[in-house]
């Protein structure tokens, strides 16, 4: 989220605590905001749907057939998501800004084509006891949250943070809103037409205002899938991190003694996965300091260094600046750490409460704590991922997000075998691994700094 | 004159396994016209029964045009080397440094930095080149790309570096050090020879100190100009040297650390350079004694002027007018250094004593258009419009016997052939005091002196005595004749192209006997 930092900085220049705690809270909406929202949106549907849909497995077949929509779309786009941004900085780099809107046009079609294409004969042939409305609203939702993903980080990078969120909470209200309309007249599909209707309506309130904000002559262009307009290691790198963060997930859904078959070939694991979507929920506020301490501190003097060595500063003041830059990714990492030990400690000390509260067993409690651990060490290799783009250490990116894949498959295969007790440490494990590789690779890339700027470039 | 070829097409030029002579050429022959060129050319002519070759260096091939002169048939070997070519570097990849190259580099720059003087310095230095390549202990990655190299650079600049903009230290250190690896390579692709001649410092000097370093063969240095201080003066008028200094850190009357730089660079080369050159050729004494006070060895240096083809002039004596003509002619580029100037402010004097006197001004004007602009703008402000004729390029056989003067108002010659040239068709010469015009006019003392007064000498940038001198002489019939006389006599002895190539035949001799 390059360009935050401007906002953060204007918020804490106020050096208030008023200040400190709008800017935090402010990245904590802007960085988790989506997501979220689109997690309670969904959790609050299936909960005003207890005793209004029948049965009420039907809410859970709801549930897992939209998280394998995020899921597929997530991973597919994983593919154009970094590089697409990519290509548009480029693009606005470059002066070509007009060439900006037909691309997206272009990609957005890309996108809902190739889902549909994949999505047809899985809805025809893999759902033989859904409805014919089901099945195409399967195959519409796959294409509409394609393209929210792209829109999402497009305007992400257009540094469109406040529009996203409320475009976002507008969208998930009126999901909401139809999903409650059409549950007692269709049941189970009736709350993913409201889905998808809902969605609907957030894609083209991105589009609208990516329509307000750029302007061509011309309406469709397909630059992006010429040779080298977008970077290879981007879109290796926007694919193994999505399927990083999910095929433990997978591995549980279909692994005979975790899964359990919901709905056509979708599986769900119900003991792995509500744990995972609360610890998730855990980290809002590791990504608001993740977002602050990156965007305002470490690319002040990121600015700095590379001014400095620009700008023709002694090579004392070029250190230095190089060493505040550590400072700062340090301090970063370690208040993300910090921040997160304290959800971790929370956890500890009100898990067993909050699974009676909403009516889980206290058998998750354990899978729990692992997974909070998790996902905190996901958003630490979040920060570390981003300082070194900043770097432009792509080829380092790439090497770890594969790391993350591999790792999880092996340790997730590797827990399962084990037993319960061990379940969440696969994934656990696995981030703090490449946590452990990311930190050391940064220590290495900011250590040769100076020596790689100028002597290697 | 052969075909005009283009100076990146290697595969045009003459190749040879092995030559008598290799000369060592930087920015002059043959694809730059001018004196020292036309001087290559005319040597290699006068020893047709040695095979030459020559290596042209050059900073960039876009810099040069066509061949300026057609080959001689015994020059067999031509190749260039281009050191500041762009895009040659080898692909980013981090290397490894030698530890003992390392510690080589430290010494050597400690010795140019503390104790230049060192008896063994310029041996260390080229010891040190010759390590700089591919099968070296010190690669060009290992300069550019290595951590040792990196932090030797990051050393010195907090050592010595007194401009505070690291990034222009950096850039200036690689600039400085990239020829080194190029003629390195050079040194290996060329052709094997009896002697090594360089025909100036700087480059072309060092890689001769490489050559000889490497292949223990003679090493012969000729100097038309001095090559330091040239680089000097460009180095001094340069605008692309970055001052950093901020306000408070700028003395005025210390010069900024990046000239400074590359002027120690070009001074140090230069010493070295002479340090292991057996013979150190200057055209004229006083060029002898600033390579003398430059570090050349006393015993090594000796003076050989320009000779010229006097036979070739000798018959325009007769085909002047009994009268003097009273045309003072200027041969030369119209150039600044030139001082054309001071040339057609003088004529406004003359033309006011001697009406029938006129200014011609034979030589190509394209080099700076501005400045001939101004010239001829100042020639009319001055109502001397149909006094000061501008020639372009004029043969001198047909020029010279219509000339009553031969007139240099530069602020900067060396050994102008075309004092010569005048003074074998019987033209006195009228010049400032630069190089080695007082030796020419005024001879050295001794047998050259009493051959008597061949011109006159004046201060430079002073038309006032450029004119006095000049009514001196055609003003005076018999003063002019007895200037004429000496003019034949001087030139007949001491610069006849005879002289040239005997004093040279003998040091080519000497030197093939030369054994390591």
């Keep these: 989220m390059a360009g935050i930092g401007f906002e953060l900085r204007k918020l804490l220049k106020k050096q208030t605590y008023m200040g400190l705690l709008q800017a935090y809270t402010f990245a904590g909406v802007i960085s988790s905001g989506p997501w979220v929202l689109s997690i309670i949106g969904i959790m609050l549907i299936g909960l005003f749907s207890l005793g209004a849909v029948f049965p009420k497995e039907a809410i859970t077949q709801f549930q897992v057939t939209i998280t394998y929509l995020f899921l597929i779309s997530l991973i597919g786009t994983g593919v154009v998501q970094l590089s697409f941004t990519r290509f548009v900085a480029d693009r606005i780099f470059g002066k070509e800004d007009a060439t900006i809107l037909p691309n997206f046009n272009g990609l957005i079609l890309t996108a809902s084509a190739v889902s549909v294409v994949l999505a047809l004969p899985v809805a025809a042939f893999l759902f033989p006891e859904q409805t014919v409305l089901y099945r195409m609203l399967f195959v519409m939702g796959l294409g509409i949250m394609s393209s929210i993903w792209i829109a999402t980080v497009f305007l992400t990078g257009m540094k469109h943070y406040r529009a996203i969120v409320l475009i976002f909470f507008v969208g998930y209200s009126a999901t909401f809103a139809f999903a409650m309309i059409f549950k007692s007249m269709l049941g189970m599909d009736g709350l993913l037409l409201g889905f998808v209707l809902g969605h609907y309506l957030l894609l083209m309130g991105m589009i609208w205002l990516v329509y307000k904000n750029y302007h061509s002559d011309q309406f469709i262009a397909f630059d992006i899938w010429k040779r080298g307009a977008m970077y290879g290691s981007l879109m290796a790198t926007g694919f193994f991190f999505n399927l990083g963060a999910w095929v433990d997930k997978l591995m549980f859904w279909y692994y005979p003694g975790t899964g359990q078959q919901v709905i056509g070939p979708l599986n769900a694991s119900v003991i792995y996965d509500f744990p995972i979507f609360l610890s998730y929920l855990s980290v809002i506020p590791g990504m608001a300091v993740f977002l602050v301490r990156i965007e305002t501190d470490f690319v002040e003097y990121y600015d700095k260094f590379y001014n400095a060595v620009r700008e023709g500063a002694t090579l004392d003041h070029i250190e230095r600046m190089r060493n505040q830059m550590v400072h700062h990714v340090r301090r970063g990492l370690f208040d993300i750490a910090k921040i997160q030990t304290i ?64 790792a999880n498959v092996i340790l997730t295969a590797v827990s399962l075998q084990l037993g319960a007790v061990w379940f969440g440490y696969g994934f656990a494990l696995a981030m703090l691994l490449t946590v452990l590789v990311g930190v050391w690779m940064l220590s290495q890339k900011l250590e040769q700094l100076e020596f790689q700027t100028f002597m290697l470039q | 004159m052969t075909t005009p070829t283009s100076p990146t097409s290697d595969n045009a030029f003459p190749h040879a396994q092995e030559v008598d002579i290799l000369l060592l050429l930087e920015g002059t022959f043959p ?30 091939p876009q ?14 070997h031509l190749e260039t080397v281009y050191i500041y070519e762009d ?58 790309y290595s951590q040792a190299s990196w932090d030797y650079i990051k050393k010195s600049y907090k050592r010595r570096s007194t401009d505070p903009s690291f990034v222009d230290y950096f850039w200036t250190i690689r600039t400085i050090h990239t020829p080194f690896w190029r003629l390195r390579d050079t040194a290996l692709r060329c052709p094997s020879a009896r002697i090594y001649h360089a025909v100036s410092t700087g480059y072309a000097g060092i890689l001769g100190v490489l050559l000889k370093h490497r292949y223990k063969r003679p090493f012969m240095l000729s100097e038309h100009g001095i090559y330091v201080k040239e680089r000097k003066i460009d180095l001094y008028q340069a605008q692309w040297l970055k001052d950093n200094r901020s306000v408070f850190e700028r003395d005025p009357s210390r010069v900024s650390y990046f000239r400074q730089l590359w002027i120690r660079f070009f001074e140090h080369l230069g010493y070295v350079t002479y340090q292991a050159a057996d013979d150190i050729i200057a055209l004229y004494e006083a060029n002898r004694q600033r390579q003398l006070h430059d570090g050349a060895p006393p015993g090594r240096t000796v003076n050989i002027p320009n000779g ?77 419009v149909d006094k000061v004729k501008f020639l372009g390029f004029q043969k001198l056989t047909e020029l010279l016997p219509k000339v009553g003067l031969v007139v240099l108002s530069s602020i900067s010659e060396s ?3 075309v004092i010569l040239e005048g003074y074998a068709a019987g033209v006195p010469a009228l010049s400032t005091d630069v190089g080695s015009c007082r030796q020419l006019v005024y001879g050295l003392s001794g047998e050259d002196a009493d051959l008597g007064v061949s011109g006159r000498v004046v201060r430079i940038a002073d038309p006032q005595a450029l004119a006095q001198a000049a009514l001196e002489l055609l003003g005076d019939a018999e003063a002019w ?36």
């Design chain 1, 343 to 406: 959800a971790v400690l929370v956890t500890l000390a009100l898990g067993g409460a909050l699974l009676d509260w909403i009516g889980i067993s206290r058998l998750y409690l354990p899978l729990l704590y692992v997974d909070v651990v998790g996902a905190a060490l996901q958003v630490v290799l979040l920060g570390i991922l981003n300082v070194l783009f900043y770097l432009d250490q792509r080829r380092l990116v790439l090497g770890l997000t594969i790391l993350l894949p591999v």
């Design chain 2, 31 to 60: 694809f730059v016209a001018g004196g020292v060129s036309s001087w290559v050319n005319q040597i290699i002519r006068g020893f047709p029964e040695l095979r030459f070759g020559a290596v042209f260096i050059g900073s960039r």
């Design chain 2, 63 to 76: 810099d040069y045009g066509p061949m300026r002169y057609a080959l001689p048939d015994n020059l067999v």
């Design chain 2, 87 to 144: 895009q040659q570097n080898p692909p980013v990849k981090p290397a490894r440094a030698d530890p003992d190259a390392m510690a080589l580099v430290e010494q050597v720059h400690s010795r140019f930095e503390n104790d230049l003087k060192a008896p063994d310095c310029p041996h260390l230095f080229a010891s040190l080149m010759d390590e700089a390549g591919p099968d070296g202990k010190l690669s060009h990655e290992t300069f550019l």
């Design chain 2, 308 to 384: 010229i083809d006097v036979a070739k002039f000798s018959p325009l004596r007769t085909q002047r007018p009994v009268q003097i003509p009273q045309v003072l002619c200027l041969i030369g580029r119209v150039v600044p250094i030139k001082d054309i100037k001071t040339f057609i402010r003088a004529m406004r004097m003359v033309v006011n004593h001697l009406p029938d006197a006129e200014a011609w001004i034979a030589g190509p004007e394209d080099e700076s258009p501005e400045y001939a602009q101004e010239c001829r703008e100042l020639a009319q402000q001055l109502d001397l």
């Design chain 2, 415 to 417: 050994l102008p052939l």
């Design chain 2, 481 to 516: 004749q007895q200037a004429s006389e000496a003019a034949v006599r001087r030139v007949e002895k001491y610069y006849s192209q005879d002289m040239l190539f005997t004093r040279y035949r003998a040091l080519y001799e000497k030197n093939f006997q030369w054994q390591a």
